[in-house]
């Protein structure tokens, strides 16, 4: 679905990308790891349309993503690590605000309703998000790069400052997602996220992509000695807190 | 809904729907207008007398004379005092001026003003300096008087009947604004000086906003949509001129209805002003998101100019107090030609063809406005 072909980009004398190249197919969820400054965010921008690249292509089914107002950009939804809302306009407003840049013109109210359902604020469409907590705004944030109905979504660490519960939720949205034919990039900090979630992985160091594929074949690359450990581990704190407040969302 | 209603709707809402913060942003105008209004004129009505004091040591026929022809000028606010408590006066600042007729004064000036090289009595005038305006005034009403006692006094011998001496002519004073029988109001001067000090002021929050969503994110998300950059920046300067024309108008409406402000000459020229105005506010506000890094510093930076802008453009005091070198510059700032432009329709009684240049100039700073901001605009995060 999406494909990235040998992007370039540099900032000054300093390449931040230099030759990444990655594919994401639909129904799967893609992790791209990588130490700060190791040029996530920069390939992000540029699979969104975001950044051009000094040299490289991006294509989603064969179109370029390259242009201001190209269609193939229509297909993509972003969520980026801000939360980027307007917190003076009700959440159904922000979605409407984003779904009408997508050129969604339709049903735009039904399509705004559909993604709030997803991430379960539905009953807080008329509220502004500045009455919101953290969880939920990042909840609103995912949706606001739903309503258009992508194939193709980009997250940049959603789940940055959120509670267990709603981390869960976050996952929940995004299996969902991946069920319903989706292409999805996923960019973490966490290994466990990646772990758990992603179907193939692309790790980026140094602007270069350093490994890509399923999490067994990454593992074979350890040497021998290393790719088995007998962990011992105690419940950690979140198992406790998940055991002692539950699973469901609290806002 | 397409995406350019989507964009100005939305900031349509945000601005509107911050009733606090909107009605403080009318109210002020509004009350610093009426009160400068107020102090430069107000209303029509006749014109301000001049407290003034009249100090008669001669306490002869002339120099009561004087004092009687003085009395009955409607231009004075006359009073009698001794030289201790009138200089105390203006020293306080209760009297703008003070003349002090000498001793002897009835007796030497009759025969000064015939003959050359008779010794003249002096008059002393004082006067408040922080209201030097005044003097000049004062001391020509007090020659127009003064000479028509004292060539009362020495037009015919002693005993024998004088000819009445008055001035040769009459002075008719007439106001000249957009109608016979319109006066001019003080405060269709600070309605169009305050109106747009605090529109441009909305501007700076407009430019502002624009950083703030660079700061939480909206911008790039903005940019990842399929949309245009024209579309974007484009949307923004609509959505900054809609509004700036609904304060506009909110502001005015408050001029005609509480002060009597009225638009004695073109509608439409008036219209065209108001708008031509509002986008040069909306391109000011994009010109301050252009250039500006942080919002905290650039709200700062953005204010001293727009005050130095409206200082220059005669919004606080009319142009013409100005030095000559300086009415000259002033042609190249904008916000000369928005009160300019606003007066000439309103009390100036100024047909549309008065319109034209200022809207000219306007478009040309707004065109200039927005291509620099254009240019310079940082599209990369």
């Known amino acids: 679905?999406?494909?990235?072909?040998?992007?370039?980009?540099?900032?000054?004398?300093?390449?931040?990308?230099?030759?990444?190249?990655?594919?994401?197919?639909?129904?799967?969820?893609?992790?791209?790891?990588?130490?700060?400054?190791?040029?996530?965010?920069?390939?992000?921008?540029?699979?969104?349309?975001?950044?051009?690249?000094?040299?490289?292509?991006?294509?989603?089914?064969?179109?370029?993503?390259?242009?201001?107002?190209?269609?193939?950009?229509?297909?993509?939804?972003?969520?980026?690590?801000?939360?980027?809302?307007?917190?003076?306009?009700?959440?159904?407003?922000?979605?409407?605000?984003?779904?009408?840049?997508?050129?969604?013109?339709?049903?735009?109210?039904?399509?705004?309703?559909?993604?709030?359902?997803?991430?379960?604020?539905?009953?807080?469409?008329?509220?502004?998000?500045?009455?919101?907590s953290g969880g939920m705004k990042r909840r609103l944030n995912i949706a606001c790069a739903l309503v258009h109905d992508p194939d193709v979504l980009l997250f940049d660490e959603p789940t940055v400052g959120v509670d267990p519960q709603s981390r869960n939720a976050i996952f929940d949205n995004l299996e969902t997602l991946r069920a319903r034919g989706k292409a999805l990039l996923y960019t973490t900090h966490y290994m466990e996220e990646a772990e758990r979630l992603c179907d193939r992985i692309v790790i980026v160091d140094h602007g270069k992509v350093v490994a890509s594929d399923r999490k067994a074949a990454l593992v074979a690359l350890l040497p021998s000695e290393k790719r088995t450990r007998t962990v011992v581990r105690e419940a950690s704190l979140e198992d406790v807190f998940l055991h002692l407040t539950g699973r469901d969302l609290r806002d | 809904m397409n995406a350019l209603t989507a964009l100005v709707r939305k900031d349509l809402f945000l601005y509107f729907s911050n009733k606090r913060a909107l009605t403080i942003t009318l109210a002020a105008p509004i009350l610093i207008a009426a009160f400068f209004g107020s102090v430069m004129g107000g209303a029509p009505k006749k014109p301000t007398r001049v407290p003034v004091a009249v100090v008669d040591l001669?306490?002869?026929?002339?120099?009561?004379?004087?004092?009687?022809?003085?009395?009955?000028?409607?231009?004075?606010?006359?009073?009698?005092?001794?030289?201790?408590?009138?200089?105390?006066?203006?020293?306080?600042?209760?009297?703008?001026?003070?003349?002090?007729?000498?001793?002897?004064?009835?007796?030497?000036?009759?025969?000064?003003?015939?003959?050359?090289?008779?010794?003249?009595?002096?008059?002393?005038?004082?006067?408040?300096?922080?209201?030097?305006?005044?003097?000049?005034?004062?001391?020509?009403?007090?020659?127009?008087?003064?000479?028509?006692?004292?060539?009362?006094?020495?037009?015919?011998?002693?005993?024998?009947?004088?000819?009445?001496?008055?001035?040769?002519?009459?002075?008719?004073?007439?106001?000249?604004?957009?109608?016979?029988?319109?006066?001019?109001?003080?405060?269709?001067?600070?309605?169009?000086?305050?109106?747009?000090?605090?529109?441009?002021?909305?501007?700076?929050?407009?430019?502002?906003?624009?950083?703030?969503?660079?700061?939480?994110?909206?911008?790039?998300?903005?940019?990842?949509?399929?949309?245009?950059?024209?579309?974007?920046?484009?949307?923004?300067?609509?959505?900054?001129?809609?509004?700036?024309?609904?304060?506009?108008?909110?502001?005015?409406?408050?001029?005609?209805?509480?002060?009597?402000?009225?638009?004695?000459?073109?509608?439409?020229?008036f219209v065209l002003i108001a708008l031509s105005f509002a986008l040069l506010t909306s391109t000011f506000g994009l010109l301050i998101a252009a250039l500006g890094r942080t919002p905290e510093a650039t709200r700062g930076l953005a204010v001293l100019a727009t005050l130095l802008l409206v200082m220059l453009g005669g919004a606080w005091v009319p142009t013409f107090v100005f030095p000559e070198w300086l009415q000259a510059a002033t042609l190249f700032v904008p916000t000369r030609w928005a009160v300019d432009g606003l007066e000439a329709m309103t009390w100036r009684g100024q047909g549309f063809d008065a319109a034209l240049a200022p809207v000219g100039a306007m478009l040309a700073f707004s065109a200039l406005f927005a291509a620099i901001a254009i240019r310079r605009f940082d599209w990369e995060e």
């Open chain 1, 1 to 132: 679905m999406l494909q990235a072909r040998d992007l370039w980009k540099a900032y000054g004398s300093k390449a931040a990308v230099a030759g990444v190249s990655l594919d994401v197919a639909a129904g799967e969820i893609v992790g791209l790891l990588g130490p700060n400054g190791a040029g996530k965010s920069t390939t992000v921008a540029m699979l969104c349309g975001l950044t051009h690249p000094d040299r490289g292509t991006v294509t989603l089914a064969g179109e370029p993503v390259a242009g201001e107002a190209s269609r193939a950009k229509r297909r993509i939804g972003l969520v980026p690590q801000d939360i980027a809302l307007y917190e003076d306009l009700p959440a159904l407003a922000n979605l409407e605000l984003f779904g009408a840049l997508y050129g969604v013109k339709d049903d735009l109210a039904d399509h705004a309703r559909a993604a709030l359902e997803l991430v379960g604020l539905a009953d807080r469409a008329k509220d502004k998000p500045q009455s919101f």
């Open chain 2, 58 to 269: 001669d306490a002869s026929p002339v120099s009561k004379a004087i004092v009687a022809s003085m009395r009955a000028d409607t231009a004075l606010d006359l009073r009698e005092l001794s030289e201790a408590d009138a200089l105390a006066e203006v020293r306080a600042g209760h009297l703008r001026a003070a003349a002090v007729v000498p001793k002897g004064f009835g007796e030497q000036a009759p025969q000064a003003i015939f003959t050359p090289g008779a010794r003249k009595p002096d008059v002393v005038v004082h006067y408040d300096p922080s209201q030097s305006m005044a003097l000049a005034m004062v001391k020509g009403i007090l020659t127009e008087h003064v000479v028509k006692a004292v060539a009362a006094a020495a037009a015919g011998p002693a005993g024998m009947p004088r000819p009445a001496l008055s001035m040769p002519f009459n002075t008719e004073s007439r106001e000249v604004t957009g109608g016979e029988h319109a006066g001019y109001n003080g405060f269709a001067h600070s309605f169009a000086g305050m109106g747009v000090q605090f529109v441009l002021f909305m501007g700076i929050e407009l430019g502002v906003g624009v950083l703030l969503m660079r700061r939480l994110g909206l911008w790039k998300r903005l940019r990842a949509a399929p949309v245009s950059r024209t579309l974007l920046l484009g949307s923004r300067i609509a959505s900054g001129t809609l509004i700036a024309s609904i304060l506009m108008a909110g502001i005015y409406a408050a001029a005609i209805i509480l002060f009597g402000v009225r638009i004695q000459g073109s509608v439409a020229g």
